[in-house]
């Protein structure tokens, strides 16, 4: 069948379309071109998410540590500073009775320490005589000691110290010392004007080796509140030594 001549059937070509008016804009911008994104090779298209991550980790866990130094630093400065603050704090309160106590208690100790030592009875006698002669020591000493503190020998520290454990050693120790001579020449019934003249020169030189370096510590590192605490500590372990070698 021969086709179909009828006009009917027949369409106009549609027209192209035409802009009518000129341009302004600019031209979109395409997906990797130009946008900071695209514009590199594949291999270093790598998002930055994971490297801020662990950045802010590390700079979080640095912050923990730092936190916890600073306050297991503070907690124990705190103890250490309470401590002795408690004690000294005691001690401006009860100044007279707290030092008589602690002395008196210490001395009795260092009588039961070297008994002990000796395989020797301790009886409740000699232990309050030796409780009398801490009794002496403690109202002798703490004024002592008190103007001592607030007595400069030398500008500097160290200097100060030395000066001030040989003049301890050279007047304050010898007071003692033919202190407790007569004490125990009395407590016996003898003399003790001839106890002193007999026995001073090796009582010194005896105290001496051991005291003179108890002094040098006392004076330069020990707090002017817990100096007699340390004598009558000393005191437990000279104790202890006389009753070994003598």
């Known amino acids: 069948m021969p086709p179909s001549k009828s006009p009917a059937k027949k369409r106009a070509p549609t027209p192209e379309p035409v802009r009518k008016s000129s ?23 790598v998002s930055e998410i994971p490297a801020q991550q662990k950045a802010k980790e590390e700079e979080l866990y640095k912050e923990r540590l730092d936190f916890v130094s600073k306050l297991n630093a503070e907690t124990d400065k705190k103890g250490t ?14 100044s007279w009775s707290a030092t008589i106590a ?26 309050s005589q030796w ?27 160290q200097v100060d110290a030395v000066l001030k ?10 007071l003692l010392n033919a202190l407790f001579l007569s004490y125990w020449a009395l407590l016996k ?18 105290c001496a080796s051991f005291w003179l370096p108890s002094d040098l510590i006392n004076m330069y590192l020990i707090p002017v509140e817990a100096q007699m605490l340390w004598n009558a500590s000393l005191g437990v372990a000279w104790s202890a030594l006389l009753a070994y070698y003598y």
Do not use: C, H
């Open 102 to 127: 602690q002395t008196v208690i210490l001395t009795v100790l260092g009588y039961a320490v070297g008994q002990t030592i000796k395989a020797e009875a301790i009886t409740p006698v000699e232990a």
């Open 165 to 174: 454990a040989l003049f301890n050693q050279a007047v304050f120790s010898q």
């Open 189 to 206: 019934g003898e003399d003790p004007v001839a106890a002193i003249t007999a026995g001073m020169l090796s009582q010194a030189m005896m």
């Open 23 to 45: 341009r302004t804009g600019k031209s979109p911008s395409r997906l990797g071109q130009n946008d900071n994104w695209g514009s590199t090779t594949p291999t270093k298209w």
């Open 131 to 157: 409780g009398g002669w801490g009794l002496i020591t403690a109202v002798t000493s703490l004024p002592y000691l008190m103007w001592l503190s607030k007595t400069s020998f030398a500008k500097k520290a």
């Open 81 to 94: 500073k309470s401590m002795f603050e408690t004690y000294k704090t005691f001690m401006a309160a009860y």
